[in-house]
């Protein structure tokens, strides 16, 4: 397993767009088949998956998110990130990064502590 | 999307105690199920995948059952570790969707 960290404002103003990294440590990040997999809570609600980007590219968003998130990776840095555009309140919660093994029986294996984005101006 | 529905929301049991999570997904989703466990302040653990598959190390206490839209997590005898929250996942299709989760508090 590898240890997974998100970091970023913590803070956004609506219309804006929020920018998160997930930073993976004790590993690479491209070293095997995995889904880097971004999720949110918001505060007394359930986990909603938003999106996920394959270690060898292909990415698949949640149809609801679709049109305002792009997901990316960096290998010289290993990590990737999450953009969200044109946030509004509702955008409002922790966000948490993880890992999700690839080829079955599939399942996160790694997750992030989460960060809390709050949306005001 | 596929909806997960968990019971109890919480429950109270002591130490010892046969405890018991069911999880009803809204279409059958064969053995694409995955159980976790989360603890305050931490990020979640993996209990149990393929819905009936332990992962090293988890202690042989956990078990879970079901295929198809209908899941059970068991605990056998609730230890001081294990008050917590759990909350099962399908791995069917995506997007992926989690169960509201269950409390297991203190009795």
């Known amino acids: 397993q590898v240890q997974l960290r998100e970091s970023g404002p913590g803070l956004v103003e609506p219309s804006q767009t929020l920018s998160l990294t997930c930073s993976v440590s004790?590993?690479?990040?491209?070293?095997?088949?995995?889904?880097l997999t971004w999720f949110r809570q918001p505060a007394g609600q359930g986990l909603e998956w938003i999106g996920r980007m394959h270690t060898s590219g292909s990415i698949y968003y949640n149809p609801s998110l679709r049109s305002r998130v792009t997901i990316s990776l960096d290998t010289s840095k290993n990590q990737f990130s999450l953009n969200l555009r044109s946030v509004t309140a509702a955008d409002a919660a922790v966000y948490i990064c993880?890992?999700?093994?690839?080829?079955?029986?599939?399942?996160?294996?790694?997750w992030g502590q989460g960060t809390l984005v709050t949306v005001s101006s | 999307d596929i909806q997960m529905t968990q019971s109890p929301s919480s429950l109270s049991a002591s130490v010892g105690d046969r405890v018991t999570i069911t999880c009803r997904a809204s279409q059958n989703i064969g053995a694409y199920l995955n159980w976790l466990q989360q603890k305050p302040g931490t990020p979640p653990k993996l209990l149990i995948y393929a819905a009936s598959t332990l992962p090293s190390g988890v202690p042989s206490r956990f078990s879970g059952s079901g295929s198809g839209t209908d899941f059970t997590l068991t605990i056998s005898s609730l230890q001081p570790e294990d008050f917590a929250t759990y909350f099962c996942q399908q791995s069917f299709s995506l997007p992926r969707t989690f169960g509201l989760r269950t409390t297991v508090e203190v009795k």
């Open positions: 993880a890992r999700e093994t690839s080829g079955g029986y599939d399942y996160f294996d790694s």
């Open positions: 004790g590993g690479s990040i491209t070293g095997g088949s995995y889904y």
